[in-house]
Structures are given as C-alpha cells and as structure tokens.
C-alpha cells in the first residue's frame, strides 16, 4: 500500500505497538524523531530507496522513533510480514537492503558503546549536554 503524505505527516510514532509493518520510501524525505525525557531528538533524515520499520517487522518491537515527512508529496510504501516475503522473493535485493540496514545500526550501536566505555568520550558527551 502506498501512502502519500504532505511536510509534517507521520508515517510511525514512536512507542506505537500496533503498527509492525516494514516501510520504503518512493519520494520526498523524512526526519527521525526520538523523544529521551522532554528532549526531542533529530536522528537523521530518510531519502528515495530508504527503508525503515524492520525491527518492529521482525522482532514485533515497538516503535523506536517518530518518522515524519520534510517535502510536500512524500510517499511510503508499507509493508506488513507477508506482503514483505512475497517481495523478496520477486525482488531478492531488498532483503539485502534490509540486511545492510540491520549491520548499519548494529555498527553504529557497537560506535555508540564503544564511546561510552572510553572515559575521555563519556566525559565529553556528558559535557556536551550541559
């Protein structure tokens, strides 16, 4: 299914449990939104070919951030489980995608913790924040 929405539109909600479906993005961008206590967060912001909502799809997590639209005309193409495995099978690259997504984080994350072992990094992030 596509969806088509216009800036400010909201394809997923951080937190949502209902939502498990996978998303592609046809046009337009999109910001990644995470809310930590009262401070919003911008992540980075998602472009043509982009996919995202693989986690929720696969592990049945909920929501790990907000994605909303930045252009006008911005579409998704939203994919539940099902509807996910028959593309693969038609298309088998974009199980390579969502693979290469999946590394990407996993290597950020390693980035992330390696950080916050070192005790020079963790000094300067947590300076950063005053």
Known sequence: MILTLKKGGIVVRQGD???RNLYIIHKGAFTVQRVSGDTVINCGTLHE?????????????SRSSTI??????????????????DL??????I????LTNLALKTQRL?????QLN?????????????
């Not at 909303?68 to 495995?85: G, N, P, W, Y």
């Not at 390693?110 to 390696?114: P, T």
């Not at 070192?118 to 992030?125: A, N």
């Open 88 to 93: 693969i099978q038609k298309q088998p690259e």
């Open 110 to 114: 390693d980035e992330v913790q390696s």
């Open 95 to 98: 199980a390579w995608k969502v």
């Open 118 to 130: 070192d005790p020079e990094s963790l000094k300067m992030i947590l300076a950063a924040k005053k």
């Open 17 to 19: 449990t209902k939502d």
């Open 49 to 61: 070919g982009d996919i995202f909502g693989e986690m929720s799809m696969i592990l049945g997590l």
């Open 68 to 85: 909303i639209a930045t252009t006008d005309e911005a579409e998704v193409e939203s994919l539940s489980k099902q509807a996910f495995l």
